[in-house]
């Protein structure tokens, strides 16, 4: 089957340090991404992995490791305007060609 | 750069209607990809176009149908509309071979 896994809510401080968590089970596996989606608007990317390690990007960073299913978000110096729905999606390219997305985890930053 | 756009933004529709919802393309953009996206979930994949083409299918019936034109442009059409059709749809489109989806406002559909 073909599932993705995150947690649905978390809470942090602004300033703080926050990782969310996905994990995945796909036919095929060409590629996981992060998008951003705040309340009524379009997702907007974040971040891509495809080789297993960490790509950092200003206050983001994302992680991927393929042998274990399994990615996470970082997002350091937490903003109020970061709290927004954050999804994970793999590419997968077995039969078909689709993107499959997680629910979001929608992550609420405190003053 | 004109990003991605779409159309009708809100539309409602009755059980049983059909829509069609359009969608222009980012310059440069050869792909389109279509998202069912309920409230609080996940975007649904429905199916990519590349060069008019349908090259993926998510696991929606044949009542969902679309069209890529020459130009990139592309439709979602929906048959038979049912309840749980109400949702928002979301378009995105992409470069050939490259990951990164940019995504349309959408276009928020209500089923009565």
């Known amino acids: 089957g073909q599932n993705i896994d995150q947690p649905t809510e978390m809470t942090a401080t602004e300033g703080a340090i926050v990782q969310i968590n996905c994990t995945y089970q796909?036919?095929?596996?060409?590629?996981l991404f992060w998008y951003q989606q705040h309340a009524g608007e379009a997702p907007t990317f974040l971040s891509y992995?495809?080789?297993?390690g960490l790509e950092e990007k200003g206050r983001f960073s994302s992680f991927l490791s393929r042998s274990k299913g399994y990615s996470y978000l970082l997002l350091k110096e937490l903003q109020m305007k970061d709290s927004a729905s954050y999804l994970c999606?793999?590419?997968?390219?077995?039969?078909?060609?689709?993107?499959?997305f997680g629910t979001g985890t929608r992550l609420k930053v405190l003053a | 750069e004109t990003g991605v756009t779409q159309s009708p933004t809100h539309l409602i529709k009755t059980r049983g209607q059909q829509v069609t919802l359009r969608c222009s393309s980012q310059?440069?953009?050869?792909?389109v990809s279509w998202y069912q996206q309920a409230l609080g979930q996940g975007p649904q994949f429905i199916f990519q176009?590349?060069?008019?083409?349908?090259?993926g299918r998510g696991n929606f019936p044949p009542r969902f149908s679309g069209l890529q034109f020459p130009n990139y442009s592309s439709e979602l059409n929906v048959n038979a509309l049912e309840l749980d059709d109400s949702a928002l749809y979301l378009c995105?489109?992409?470069?050939?071979?490259?990951?990164?989806?940019?995504f349309g406002e959408g276009s928020r559909l209500t089923v009565l």
């Open positions: 995105a489109s992409s470069p050939q071979g490259a990951g990164e989806l940019f």
């Open positions: 796909t036919s095929g596996f060409n590629g």
């Open positions: 992995n495809v080789l297993d």
């Open positions: 999606a793999v590419r997968d390219t077995s039969g078909t060609y689709k993107y499959i």
């Open positions: 310059s440069g953009h050869n792909t």
């Open positions: 176009y590349y060069r008019e083409e349908e090259n």
